[in-house]
């Protein structure tokens, strides 16, 4: 797919979005007493606290690095696209897979603003993979050869 210059430019700058959310949820707003806490209200034990803090900034950071990649769509590049789809896709199952009470707890801890990077970045990235792949369909059911649709 070519890169129309509205898409590219809503990509590019819901990339910088989602860096700087998930930067700020993953180093400043995740930390073990949140993490402890998350895991007291779901009623786990909290001796595998460290290791789930770990696992989660892994992923965190994996995010991080794959939202700075859609900066790259500036660029036009177009092999860009199934590696951005693909983040945006799994950031968006964010949705759906980090528990309810890590947000519950980054809400009792912080009110709204510990929840509203999670909530901006999971939930841009369900409407920026839609974007993606809506995109991605014009431009193949209305051109033979994947030329870009005008929005």
């Not at 945006?88 to 809400?107: D, I, S, T, W």
């Amino acid at each position: 797919m070519l890169w129309t210059p509205k898409i590219r430019l809503v990509t590019v700058l819901l990339s910088i979005v989602f860096v700087l959310g998930t930067a700020l949820q993953n180093h400043v707003i995740i930390d073990l007493d949140l993490i402890e806490r998350s895991m007291r209200l779901k009623g786990a034990p909290t001796e595998d606290a460290p290791a789930y803090l770990s696992a989660l900034r892994s992923v965190g950071n994996v995010f991080i690095l794959g939202n700075a990649l859609g900066l790259l769509v500036w660029f036009r590049r177009r092999w860009l696209f199934w590696p951005v789809l693909a983040v945006n896709v799994g950031q968006a199952c964010g949705v759906f897979v980090v528990p309810f009470e890590v947000h519950r707890a980054a809400f009792e801890e912080y009110g709204w603003p510990g929840v509203l990077p999670s909530v901006v970045t999971d939930g841009g990235a369900v409407f920026l993979s839609i974007a993606l792949i809506v995109a991605y369909v014009r431009s193949r059911w209305f051109t033979r050869t994947g030329d870009p649709i005008r929005f």
